[in-house]
Structure formats: C-alpha cells, structure tokens
C-alpha cells in the first residue's frame, strides 16, 4: 500500500530548539527539524518516518541526554511528544564515505521506499556525499518504484547566525525557515522529458510533467495569479509540442506547417517568463526550438524537412509515407492543381 513517507538524515550535533516556518505556519518548539517537517507537511495523511543515523549520530541524538547539567530530549521522545501517532523507525547507517558506503547507503534509502510512495526527503542534516546519493535515489524509485516526490525540504538553521549568537536569542526570536528545494529536483525530470523529445520526437513525458505542474499549482491556495499564468502558458505549450509530434507521426502532411506555427507561438509566450520556477527551463526551450528550426515558408521544403525529421528520429515508415505524399503536393503545385482533389 502506497505511503507518504518522511526520510531524513540524523547527525551528531547538539541541536538547538527553535520555531520551524513554513508558508505562515510555525511548528512545536523543537530540536529536531524532522518533527517539524512531519508538523508542517503532513497535512490530514498519516505520515512514516524513516532516520537514517550512524553509530555516533544515534548515541547523541537518538534517546535523551543530560547537556551542561540540564535533560535534553532525544528526538525518539520529542516525536512520542510532538506527534505521538507517527511510526519512527531507526536505520542505522555507516559513517564512511568511501564508494562502497555509499553504495550500501543507496540500497539501505531504496530498501525503506514502497512501491507507489510519495516521499518527502529531508536533507537538512545530510553531509558529503549524502544529497547526491539522495537525489540519485529519488530518481531511481520514481522510476522502479513509481514513486513520487512530496517535497525535498531543508532546515535553514544557519539563518539565525552563529552558534553564539543563537544561543542569545528567545524563543520568539528563534524562527527558522524550511525551504522547499522540489522545484529544483523537478528540473531532472523536465531534463529527462526534453531528452527524450529531443532523442525521439516524443513530447509525452513534457506534456505529463506540465499537466500535473498545472494541476499542482492550481490547487496551491498559496500560488501567485502570476505562478498560475505562467504555468497555464507552459501547459499550452506542451500539449502544442505534443499536437505538433503527432502530426508528423500521423502524416497529416496538410496540418504540419500550421502546427510549428502554433508551437513557436507558444514557445514565445513562455520564454519571456518572469515566474522564477519557470526561468530554469528556458535554456531547454532553447533546445525544443532546434528540433522545428529547419521548417519554413516552403511547402516542398518543409515536406522533405519532415521527412528527415522522422528518419532523424526511427519513424521510418512514416518517412516513406510523407515523401510519397510530399511527391504528389509538388505534382500538384507545379501544375496548380488542388492538392486536397482526392479525384485530381
């Protein structure tokens, strides 16, 4: 049964509590930023948490502990405490970080992902090589898993300065923003779609992504008129890409042309994007453009041109099919007869 499932990292040092925000939300006053992600993103689902913890990492923050004469809460007691109805477990991990650690890291993150799970994957306290064998891993269970990403999130701590100066502050003046990294981690996915358009003429992935940015963003109480705009620009975009794609590959040979029109319209009314989780993918709309950059004001032309374009791309069949048809519109304009007279 698919979960939402909270991942992090646990390290060896000597929290300090504070306020976590998120979107205008404040969490419980707390030393651990997992209680607080599991507070703030949880929303009405019940969520299972998975630490990731070394030897030393466990012995420090695991269970309570006394600090400078006072008893300071492990973070096993501040979830019993914050969110009592979580299911915590512990895996611990080696600390090494050579290739073979890493590699038993991957497989200890990928063992702990079922099949269908969303994930929210905390990076706060990771460490070396950890984010990247976490992006890695998120990558590889969307793919084998069917997972899908709830949120890539991190505790930005060092926002309230050094650890001597933290310790001045009140407990008001402790707020600590949780930044939401998705966005970032999404751009891999656009990479894949646009490869493998670029690759095959397929614009599928491109329009699949699009559609569920849309309807995530549509659904965000929270999302800018301006977000909103720009993402419906992006949408139209994709499903044209798509329309475009399949007119080659159904060798509607009459609607070609009118489709890369359609296409670079919308290709225009997206690259001049302010939204900032559009602006990343402008350099990739660069390369969708490549892909129609041959086709032009000739008819002939633009018929061998898509020809060429299903060679380049494994469509034989419809390569020979659009030549045979490509023959007879030239027949017919060189004797201005009607290229759509079935009887001509």
């Given at each position: ?5 909270l991942l992090s ?90 290739e073979s650690a ?90 894949n779609g646009v ?150």
């Amino acid at each position: 049964m698919a979960r939402n499932v909270l991942l992090s990292f646990l390290g060896r040092n000597d929290y300090e509590y504070c306020f976590y925000t998120y979107r205008g939300q404040r969490s419980s006053y707390t030393r651990f930023v997992q209680t607080a992600i599991y507070e703030l993103f949880r929303n009405e689902e019940p969520m299972d948490v998975i630490i990731f913890a070394t030897k030393e990492a466990k012995e420090s923050n695991w269970n309570d502990k006394v600090r400078e004469g006072q008893q300071v809460k492990g973070i096993q007691t501040a979830f019993q405490q914050i969110a009592p109805e979580a299911t915590v477990k512990l895996v611990e991990i080696e600390s090494g970080q050579d290739e073979s650690a890493n590699w038993k890291l991957f497989d200890s993150i990928i063992a702990e992902i079922g099949e269908g799970d969303t994930i929210y994957f905390d990076i706060t306290h990771s460490f070396r090589s950890i984010p990247f064998v976490a992006l890695i891993v998120l990558n590889y269970a969307r793919l084998v898993k069917k997972a899908t990403i709830g949120a890539l999130a991190y505790g930005w701590f060092e926002k309230l300065g050094r650890p001597n100066e933290v310790k001045q502050l009140s407990p008001e003046q402790r707020l600590v923003p949780i930044v939401d990294l998705t966005n970032m981690a999404q751009l891999l996915d656009w990479t894949n779609g646009v490869d493998q358009f670029l690759r095959t003429g397929d614009a599928s992935l491109i329009k699949e992504l699009t559609a569920r940015e849309n309807r995530k963003v549509f659904c965000d109480a929270n999302a800018s008129p301006l977000l909103k705009r720009e993402v419906e620009k992006l949408n139209k975009l994709a499903k044209q890409l798509d329309r475009t794609g399949n007119s080659i590959r159904t060798c509607r040979s009459l609607q070609v042309e009118e489709e890369v029109e359609k296409f670079r319209y919308q290709l225009e009314q997206v690259r001049h994007s302010q939204a900032e989780a559009i602006k990343p993918l402008v350099p990739i709309l660069d390369e969708m453009e490549k892909k129609y950059s041959n086709f032009g004001g000739n008819t002939i032309i633009n018929g061998w041109e898509v020809a060429r374009w299903c060679v380049d791309n494994g469509l034989i069949q419809s390569a020979l099919t659009m030549l045979s048809e490509n023959v007879v519109t030239a027949i017919c304009r060189a004797f201005q007869l009607e290229v759509t007279n079935v009887e001509i």
